[in-house]
């Protein structure tokens, strides 16, 4: 077999089609945008992300799914103006709340979707298009000719490494199979059939995650599985309480076996 004879855009269509969890839809994001605006937004992630991203201090950031802020708001302290894109009503509602306490005037925020018309929109073209961790998308090509099309300088995207988010050994836990669907790899591929050779550098996290409380560990977990049984749910439970203690602070932490590992693709488009 020849390189040029594989079809990334279909093999990214099976393993998509046969993965474990269901994409979310804009509602279920707003359900889960307060407590990941709590647990995200001061994580090592954003300060990892942040060491590899080159702006300069009159360039514009596009970022697409931008959820609460994670990124938007500490780039709004680096550049001129960052647009902030996200469809969950409730994840932009985060973010204005956070970036009001920080004073930051220069983030406009647009609810919208990767399938809308952005030049409908009036979306303009920006120095750097960003899309962190937001790529759940039933075109992949097309979101990445996106990006491509309204960057004038760069583009950084962040995509999973096998698992990503999810707790592999949960699912074993409780007794279901574990197939975590495409992750950087096919992204990394199909880019290079755009004709884009992309940068990869990699962010990973610590295996310990804190929660400020056990309901908020267990809901994080549940958000893994879709369809929990009773039986699963008494499963869940047992698996997170096992490995959940609470520290002097009062909060809680819970040590997984892998943890989370993100791919940082990244490639300039003024050639
Ligand atoms: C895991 S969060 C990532 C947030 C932030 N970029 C980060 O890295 O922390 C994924 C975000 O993408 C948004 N999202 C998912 N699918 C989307 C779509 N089709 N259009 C717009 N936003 C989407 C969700 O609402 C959510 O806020």
């Known amino acids: 077999m020849r390189y040029q004879d594989i079809d990334w855009d279909t093999m990214w269509l099976e393993s998509r089609a046969h993965k474990s969890w269901k994409k979310k839809k804009s509602s279920d ?8 605006a709590e647990r995200n937004l001061d994580s090592p992630f954003v300060a990892q992300f942040m060491a590899h991203l080159q702006t300069e201090p009159d360039w514009t950031v596009l970022d697409v799914g931008c959820g609460p802020g994670t990124l938007a708001i500490p780039l709004a302290g680096q550049v001129r103006q960052v647009t902030a894109l996200d469809y969950s009503a409730a994840m932009l509602g985060e973010l204005d709340k956070r970036a009001k306490i920080a ?36 075109d992949l090509k097309g979101a990445l000719r996106k990006l491509n099309a309204w960057a004038s ?41 755009l ?9 990973s996290l610590d295996s310990r995650r804190t929660y400020t409380s056990r309901e908020e560990a267990l809901q994080s977990y549940r958000w893994m599985v879709d369809d929990l049984t009773a039986v699963e749910e008494e499963r869940l439970a047992a698996y997170v309480d096992a490995r959940l203690n609470q520290t002097v602070n009062g909060s809680w932490q819970l040590a997984r076996q892998t943890p989370p590992r993100w791919a940082l693709i990244w490639w300039r488009t003024d050639g």
């Not at 009036?122 to 960003?130: N, Q």
């Not at 004709?195 to 962010?203: E, L």
């Open 29 to 36: 994001w707003d359900q889960r945008a307060a407590g990941f």
């Open 153 to 193: 300088k760069a583009v950084y995207v962040v995509d999973r490494v096998g698992a990503g988010p999810f707790d592999p050994d949960l699912f074993a836990a409780i007794g279901r199979d574990f197939a975590p669907g495409p992750d950087y790899i096919f992204t990394l591929n199909i880019l290079y059939t």
């Open 103 to 138: 004073g930051l005037q220069n983030i406009t925020t647009v609810q919208a979707s990767w399938t809308d018309d952005w030049q409908a929109l009036k979306i303009p073209r920006h120095e750097v298009a960003i899309a962190s961790r937001s790529l759940s998308v039933d």
């Open 195 to 203: 004709g884009i050779q992309a940068r990869v550098d990699f962010i």
